[in-house]
């Protein structure tokens, strides 16, 4: 489990990245429910965290791929893959993320960066 | 409703046949389009595709096993729609008969006059034209770009990138004045200065020199400008020649309301051929951005299944984006009523900047390049602002 930040810290309508490798995001819905996905769109090296939070969904901030918080499934192109959802634990006014040990859909740029190849 | 003819097989088209599905029409649908290709993007095409870090395959827009229940007749023009039998006509004879009709066929690269024919000289729209030049750009040499606006921009880009001598030809005296503005137009056009690329401006061209293959292009002033590529970015006009005589009224491309009804029953129409009414603005306007290809069909096709018994939402304002020498640039918004841009956030000089566009005091457009994060806060706002 990774501590990603108080809850108090993250308030409704906002989300914070966590620098791991890949990166991953954290929301706080203006429902004030918490989740966690992965931080790059599927499409393009794109933060979510800097996306467009409506409801349960966010907004690729570049080219407005909408992602599912819940499940991760995307709506519509340019993204085609799903990003994958994290299991999020809140304890003692602490938001902690459980990886998932799924493979992640990295866009192909991360993807070859990721393997050491070209950017 | 029993049969839904699409025409047009792009994003816009797509879109409005994934529309029906999600919105419940099971019925026979037929989706029609000029090219052989199956829907594919074409923001890529002067960008990585051009580049050779993005493949054909990258480029398809159904998802992996998506299936609409849907006829696909490509390669397949259309040449008329006959309203009396309701049916649209094909090149090569073929007639499809529909009870409701879907226009998405798009817009096509404008052309030089006088440069058919002329080895070298290129548009850049279809998949196939992406492909043609990039086999020519990766032979190396001087690529002379006439058009300033977005997608000369882009290829300009891509060609420096890939080891060309660039230089970009604009008629007006400030490139992307008319969707940026001349202040923020200046500065994102600066980007190619920024590099290195040539970028003469309030110069038109005159012609193209050369026999066969271009060897030159010839500007109004007398000035020759050599070339071994020459890439014509001079815009879109709506392809809507086929409508011509059927009842469809057309004036810069198809005139819509505010749900992309037309003014034939039953026959709506999306994407870079549609010109929809703004009931803000109150006026018209056709919309060529990449979103409003992939947004519109959803308002359209609730119009169409509906009888146009649907009261049309409000729109968000039209965004785009355009990659350029690395930098992301992003615009919200309509900057043609603006009366002040300020610089918010960053500094024009290092091309990372966030700009809002005000008339009144009202914010009415955002620019960011380099700054996603708050750009698309400030283009949230601006829907509030605007809804």
Known sequence: ?119 | MRTVAVVGASLAGLSAARSLRKQGYDGRLVVIGDEPHRPYDRPPLSKEFLAGTLGEADLVLESDGEDLGAEWLLGARATGLDRADRAVRLADGRQVRADGIVIATGAAARTLPGSEGLAGVHTLRTLDDARALRDELARGGRLVVIGGGFIGAEVASTAYTLGLDVTVVEAAPTPLAGPLGETMGAVVSGLHADHGVRLLCGVGVKGLGGETRVDAVLLEDGRTVPADIVVVGVGARPCVEWLEGSGVELDNGVKCGADGRTSLAGVVAVGDCANWYDPRAGLHRRVEHWTGARERPDAAIATLLAGGAVEPGVPRPPYFWSDQYGVKIQFAGHAGGADSVTVEEGTADDRNVLAVYRRAGQPVAVLGMNQPRLFTRLRKQLAAVTS
Not at chain 1, 18 to 41: K, M, Q, R
């Open chain 1, 1 to 119: 489990m990774i501590p990603a930040c108080r809850l108090a810290d993250l308030p409704r309508g906002e989300a914070i990245r966590l620098d791991i490798d890949p990166p991953v995001s954290v929301f706080h819905t203006d429902d004030g429910e918490v989740f966690a996905i992965d931080d790059t769109c599927t499409h393009q090296d794109a933060s979510l965290a800097d996306g467009w939070l409506e409801g349960c969904e966010v907004e690729c901030p570049l080219h407005a791929s909408k992602f599912d918080l819940r499940t991760g499934a995307v709506d519509a192109p340019p993204a085609k893959l799903p990003v994958r959802t994290h299991e999020v634990v809140i304890e003692d006014g602490t938001i902690y993320v459980q990886v998932s040990t799924d493979a992640p859909n990295l866009p192909p740029c991360v993807a070859s960066r990721l393997a050491g190849g070209p950017a």
